[in-house]
């Protein structure tokens, strides 16, 4: 990757953005739940402020999701701190699981509620527990990092370092 000791503003932004929106689609998101339960009961849902909010907050995260990795690509990230071989695969693999449901969940979303297609919505479903279990260990690691280790880990998502 990338020699840079630190992420820029922007990448910095799109990261807390993009985890603000998360918790909130995880709080807030059962109403989504309940107005896609009448869609299958052959019901009019009912389209209240939080279920145009889940619908439009998931498409926010694609769109950012998109815009980080497409930063990441052109811009690269920092190295990351030296490791047990196990630490850095699993870091790589966090990560690529991270990205893989933040893009894939709004898809699926949308393919369930604009398609009608169920089993985009049983895999949306599913992407909510692995969602909160790798945002737990992404979370759990960077504290490691952060009070056991004290290798300035965290710190790089907290101001730009170049």
């Known amino acids: 990757m990338s020699a840079r000791r630190g992420y820029s503003v922007t990448q910095i932004g799109l990261h807390w953005a993009v985890a603000v929106l998360i918790v909130f689609q995880l709080i807030f998101g059962e ?6 339960e009448a869609v299958e009961e052959g019901a009019v849902p009912q389209m209240g402020a939080m279920v145009w909010a889940h619908i439009l907050t998931g498409a926010a995260v694609l769109l950012l999701v998109v815009w980080r990795l497409a930063l990441r690509r052109t811009r690269g990230v920092p190295e990351t701190p030296a490791g047990s071989p196990l630490m850095m695969k699993a870091a790589v693999w966090g990560h690529i699981g991270l990205y893989v449901l933040m893009v894939l969940a709004p898809a699926t979303g949308r393919a369930a509620w604009y398609g009608g297609i169920e089993a985009a919505a049983e895999v949306h479903e599913i992407f909510k527990p ?4 790798l945002v ?3 979370v759990a ?11 300035g880990l965290l710190l790089r998502m907290k101001r730009p370092l170049d």
């Open 130 to 133: 692995l969602l909160i279990l």
């Open 141 to 151: 690691a960077s504290l490691f990092h952060q009070f056991v280790l004290k290798d």
């Open 31 to 36: 109403s989504m739940g309940e107005a896609w």
């Open 136 to 138: 737990a260990g992404h």
